[in-house]
């Protein structure tokens, strides 16, 4: 007899982020960009939105699940080699599409906020294997963009699988600690 495990119940979501240039400057430290630069972002973003990937998985509890096709990762190592400043434009609009996406679709997480990373299972592993997708014993993805989060959607550190890592988390701590010195 073979037991069949438990999965969620996938809905792909049709996703069309906007560019958002401050995001972009943002996450890559410019102040300045020339036009240039700017129109071969564009360009590039709607490459890179080719292979952007967004599901829900459940129905009113679930989770929220957005990554990119892992030929990206491929193609953004190779051209490290040929054409870094590209490459690192190329990282830089991956990150800023996942978090864009995610924002469209909860807009309550917007850009500054978290998405709390849940705790890995059983359930939640199987459900991501026919996407192509597996979560890791830390709770990341295996795929280098991308995310996962609880729905309905809390900004809330304390059910993060990440809390005791979490670089962002570990900085505001640091600085509540100096300032109550």
Do not use: H
Not at 19 to 43: C, P
Not at 126 to 142: A, F, Y
């Amino acid at each position: 007899m073979r037991v069949t495990m438990k999965s969620l119940p996938a809905k792909q979501l049709k996703l069309s982020p906007e560019f958002d240039l401050e995001v972009f400057m943002s996450l890559s430290g410019q102040r300045r960009i020339v036009t240039e630069k700017v129109l071969q972002a564009e360009k590039e973003w709607q490459r890179l939105c080719s292979y952007l990937k967004a599901y829900r998985l459940g129905q009113n509890k679930g989770y929220l699940v957005i990554f990119l096709d892992p030929a990206i990762e491929k193609e953004i190592d190779q051209a490290m080699d040929t054409d870094p400043d590209m490459a690192e434009q190329q990282e830089i609009l991956a990150q800023s599409l996942i978090m864009t996406s995610m924002c469209q679709v909860l807009p309550q997480a917007n850009i500054g906020s978290c998405a709390p990373v849940p705790e890995p299972n059983k359930i939640l592993k199987q459900s991501l294997k026919p996407l192509g997708v597996d979560i890791q014993k830390t709770g990341r993805l295996d795929v280098r963009y991308g995310v996962v989060t609880k729905l309905p959607y809390k900004n809330d550190c304390q059910d993060c699988a990440l809390k005791s890592s979490c670089a962002k988390r570990l900085f505001i701590s640091q600085k509540q600690d100096r300032t109550s010195t």
